[in-house]
């Protein structure tokens, strides 16, 4: 039985990854500073940033690593360049390093589209923005510290690739939205919170920055796909649709029947303008995302509603 090693797993990406790997019959441990009960998954309280704990406590016959553990906040990333530089980058370079020390033959972590940043960075003009995609051949302009240390760690995972023959891939996510999503702080969950308690949501600019949303269950089949498959390099992993925030907020309303309460506020910055992903890649290795967006969207809201969150 092959043994995966999954960092951030008790989050939302890495559980739902942690109890789809165990239910597959993976032996699964979760290495997480948050205990999370999931069965058939063994927990390793540990601080990805401490290099000696993760040492101490790495296991030692791990066949692969799904490393999702990170400061996922660009917001955040702005606030704190050097907190998501530890985390992000200098934790990742540490598990890099201990995977090769014990033998581990495939490393897979979650990146993002934050990585590509600008999508006019070559004097394009605006009025090309629109119909620009993003594909795994496209230079990294990230806008903020959080897209510069996942580009970053994407290099230095090609290194240890290239140096040591270690599987490497990175996945590139668009923005995923799912079940068991109360925690999170993103746009569809505070939709989805606003529309139960009758609340008005900000949107940031006018709203017509547009986003590639991707179910959550698609994630766990790119990442499955991803471990089984040897997946090397960069795949960029995402629905292939974009949706302007006020599309989104349409679509919310067909799939819920409900209206969302909404009023503009100042943008805060490092926020791209548009995300348009080519998924070619990732589907001519065997990907194909399930979920529509109203589909997805339903489930969510009433995963919201049977959880009883607000
Ligand atoms: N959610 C998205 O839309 C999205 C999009 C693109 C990329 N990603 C990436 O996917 C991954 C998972 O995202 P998520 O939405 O599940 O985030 P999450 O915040 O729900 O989960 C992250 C987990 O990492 C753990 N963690 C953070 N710092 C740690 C540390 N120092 N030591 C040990 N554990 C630590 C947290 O406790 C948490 O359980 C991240 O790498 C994120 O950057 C997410």
């Known amino acids: 039985m092959k043994?995966?090693?999954?960092?951030?797993?008790?989050?939302?990406?890495g559980s739902?990854?942690?109890?789809?790997?165990?239910?597959?019959?993976?032996?699964v441990s979760n290495i997480d500073l948050v205990h999370r009960e999931m069965s058939g998954v063994s927990y390793i309280g540990c601080d990805i940033r401490n290099r000696d704990s993760l040492e101490a406590l790495f296991p030692n016959d791990a066949d692969g690593v799904i490393h999702m553990a990170a400061i996922t906040s660009v917001l955040q990333s702005?606030?704190?360049p050097v907190g998501v530089f530890?985390?992000?980058?200098?934790?990742?370079?540490?598990?890099?390093?201990i995977s090769r020390l014990r033998g581990v033959k495939t490393f897979h972590m979650a990146s993002s589209n934050a990585v590509f940043g600008s999508i006019l960075p070559l004097g394009r003009s605006s009025k090309d923005e629109i119909d620009i995609k993003f594909t795994e051949e496209m230079s990294l302009y990230p806008l903020t510290p959080y897209g510069a240390t996942k580009a970053a760690a994407e290099m230095l995972g090609a290194a240890y690739n290239d140096s040591y023959g270690i599987t490497f891939g990175?996945?590139?996510?668009?923005?995923?939205?799912?079940?068991?999503?109360?925690?999170k702080d993103s746009?569809?969950?505070?939709?989805?919170?606003s529309i139960i308690n009758k609340t008005s949501i900000e949107i940031y600019g006018d709203g017509l920055q547009w986003r590639d949303y991707i179910f959550i269950d698609d994630v766990v089949d790119a990442f499955t796909l991803a471990l089984e498959d040897g997946?090397?390099?960069?795949?960029?992993?995402?629905?292939?649709v974009?949706?302007?925030v006020l599309d989104l907020i349409a679509a919310v309303e067909r799939a819920t029947d409900h209206k969302v309460d909404f009023s503009h506020v100042e943008s805060k910055g490092g926020e791209m303008r548009g995300v348009r992903v080519d998924i070619s890649l990732a589907k001519g290795r065997g990907f194909n995302p399930r979920f529509s967006i109203e589909d997805g969207l339903s489930r969510v809201y009433h995963d919201f509603i049977e959880r009883g969150i607000h």
Do not use: C, Q
């Open 3 to 13: 043994h995966i090693v999954v960092t951030g797993g008790s989050g939302f990406i």
């Open 242 to 244: 974009s949706y302007s």
């Open 170 to 183: 990175s996945l590139r996510l668009t923005n995923v939205y799912g079940t068991d999503m109360g925690g």
């Open 187 to 193: 746009i569809v969950p505070r939709i989805m919170r």
């Open 78 to 80: 702005k606030k704190d």
């Open 86 to 97: 530890e985390t992000n980058l200098s934790a990742t370079s540490s598990l890099l390093e």
């Open 231 to 240: 997946w090397n390099g960069p795949t960029i992993v995402g629905s292939g």
């Open 16 to 27: 739902a990854i942690s109890k789809h790997l165990a239910g597959r019959g993976y032996r």
